[in-house]
């Protein structure tokens, strides 16, 4: 019922705001999603935001945000339908299925289950008290202190717990709240101030880190420094004002650099076959800040910081007649590294006073995925370190959109099994969520802070004798790390070799440590590792173990007395 017209004004109106981020899309798919955008123009009819803009506008800009990943059109049409069902009684999930098909109702209901809690409480998920909290949160000081105190009550941590389990039954969901998130953000000015505070608070603990976890490059540094900005102000102001100082320095350098780069770069017969795509970046406001807190050397002089500015070579292939996939992405890989060494000569360009500093990301990507070539220079003319990042094109798209570049849209290119495969492996770390709830049983407290700590909070990345890379919680054992390898390595343990030195089970694994777990079938575990491993998980493996240990021993050991024994003499119970 549009009598006036004012409906179809409003989708037309809307339709021009959504459609140029579309053009990625096939027509057919376009048609599909203003199909959406009309539903949730009628749904959200006559509502306002608390700024006094129609509300029809934040579904839109969520859309819009979805499409900036280039990701399909049932997840940008779920975006834009994603709050009708919980602020419309007249539409239901069964209509969004019989409209638009089971894979957009999933989305629209994970998202739905995720925030209705929240939304209900008409706040965000911590109150303005626990700012304090997350400072020593963000620098990682009184972990388990704060990660109770973030968790206080009942509520919020029934609110978070929901969260995380919708999120965990299809990941997509994940894409639509942070991009939900992220528009919430760009408008929260229009919140009262301690509600602000509140979702900020919420932003910066849950929010950047899960788009850190996936890779979602493009919102985790939008969310980190607009969290920064309403968590902590003078902060905030006092750094922007000395980077304005900078910036015309930096721009300079960028602008230099890139052109005696591209200069060079494009002259060399082997970078023929490939076009060279060259940009500028300045290091997010909150990451710099966090490095500055950090580390001692840098607090009171930010150009001291060897990344602040950095240029992206992104390097653009096509596949040769006959060419398979490994053969596309081997000549790639060759080739970045033929740029590194061509970047190396640049003339006028020397290395900083701390020597060479080139990290390798493609032999060794990280766990998110992402895979890049760096290295760092100064102008021997003007004293500002340089960070060049080299890499493919495919590499860039992970770099920049995470999960988010293998469920993109991939027209008529094969490989969408092999995305489904990418994605699974990207998102494993999400099933162990519901594990964990089950594990934990009715305490929402506990999960919470088991998530917080050992899936959202820092991570510290380790060597395998193999190669491989182990992505553990920053604080993890040599105990953890077994356990987290297998947990029949972790039952099996004989001893532990890091960096080539046997080490004692309770050693604390720092980032790039090489380990080497030596295993035995006549090994088992000591009940002294209850008391030095840092992991919930590898906690209740051997509690578990012990305590059916217990009922089958024929001594009839005290589990629980050596737990206690354990706590006040563990140093006098073997560790190996």
Known sequence: DDPDGELMRDAERMWLELEPALMYLPRPDRVRILSGLCVAVLAHKGQKRKSGEPYIMHPVAVAVLLASLKVQAELI????????VEDNPEISFRDIEVLFGPCVRRIVEGETKASKRTKKGGRGLFSNEYAAAMYR?????????????VAKTRQQAENLRDMFLAMADDYRVILVKLADRLHNMRTLQHMPDKKRQSIALETLMVFAPLAHRLGVWLFKSELEDLSFKYLYPDEYADLDKALSMRRAQYSSTLSSAAQDLKDMLSQDPKMQNAQLRITGREKGMYALWH????????QNNIDNITDIIALRVVLDLEPLPRETKEEFDARGNELCYHALSLTHSLPNWVLPASGHSAKDYIQYPKPNGYRSLHTTFVHMDVPVPLEVQIRTREMHDVAEYGMAAHVAYKGEQNGEHDSTQMVNRRVAWLASLTDKDGELGADPLQFVQEVLKEELGARCFVFLRDGQILNISRGCTVLDAAFKIHTEVG???LYAMVNGKKVAPTTTLQNGDEINIITSSDASPKVAWLDYVYLRSTRSKLAQH?????????SMVDVAALLATAATTAVALPLF
Do not use: C, I, N, W
Not at 137 to 149: G, I, R
Not at 291 to 298: A, D, G, L, S, T
């Open 77 to 84: 049409t779920a975006g834009l339908l994603h709050d009708t």
């Open 137 to 149: 949160f963000v620098f990682e000081k009184e972990e388990k202190q704060v990660s109770e105190e």
């Open 291 to 298: 490095k500055m807190q950090r580390k001692p050397k840098y």
């Open 491 to 493: 039952m099996h343990m």
């Open 546 to 554: 012990f305590r059916k240990e217990d009922r089958t021993s024929d």
